[in-house]
């Protein structure tokens, strides 16, 4: 299986908060933004396996700024990490004023996603062409935080 790039993958998904994505705060409410995370994160994956892919795990979601009703939100999704058929996808969240045009880093997390098989079953990934000193640092990270869901899910 060839080798595929983390840009050919990057996801960037656009959305803006309606009334009927508030909490009774005014603010986005947590499980909307996590299913469009868990959808930007589900586009990346599917990009680079091109196979069906599920949401294994989402590891420690940190909510670091409210976002109001009316404001943009944008999901910048990348892949990480591959071993076999799992993939570390991680997500960078903002939050802009449309007004102000000011923006906030509001969410960050990475998710694991998992290609399978026409008979749903986990199915090998392309690996990565990793370009750069960043790409580099980042896919031994997400090597480590792989090995440390592995130990995890061993106990
Ligand atoms: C994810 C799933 C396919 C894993 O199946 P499995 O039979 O446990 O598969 P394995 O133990 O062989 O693991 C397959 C890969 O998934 C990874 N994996 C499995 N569970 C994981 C978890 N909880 N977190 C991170 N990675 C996980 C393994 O590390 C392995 O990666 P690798 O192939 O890159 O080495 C299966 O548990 C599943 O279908 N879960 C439901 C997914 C779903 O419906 N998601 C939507 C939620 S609403």
């Known amino acids: 299986m060839h080798k595929k790039k ?3 993958s ?4 656009t959305e803006i908060v309606f009334p009927e994505d508030t909490n009774p705060y ?3 409410f947590g499980g909307r ?3 469009l995370m868990d959808k930007a994160a589900f586009l990346c994956a599917t990009r680079h396996a091109r196979k069906n892919c599920v949401t294994a795990s989402m590891d420690r979601l940190d ?13 910048e999704a990348h892949i990480n990490y ?4 799992s993939m570390e996808i991680e997500l960078n969240v903002s939050a802009e004023d449309t007004l102000s045009g000011k923006q906030v880093e509001a969410c960050h997390a990475y998710f694991t996603l998992v290609a399978l098989d026409s008979a749903g079953k986990p199915s090998p990934v392309p690996q990565l062409e990793l370009q750069g000193e960043g790409e580099y640092n980042r896919f031994q990270a997400g090597k480590k935080r792989h090995q440390e869901r592995l130990k995890k899910r061993a106990c």
């Open 6 to 8: 983390v840009s050919e």
């Open 10 to 13: 990057r996801v960037r998904l």
């Open 26 to 28: 005014g603010s986005l």
């Open 33 to 35: 933004l996590v299913s």
């Open 63 to 75: 909510f670091l700024a409210p976002i109001g009703e009316g404001y943009i939100v944008e999901i």
């Open 82 to 85: 591959v071993a076999h058929s």
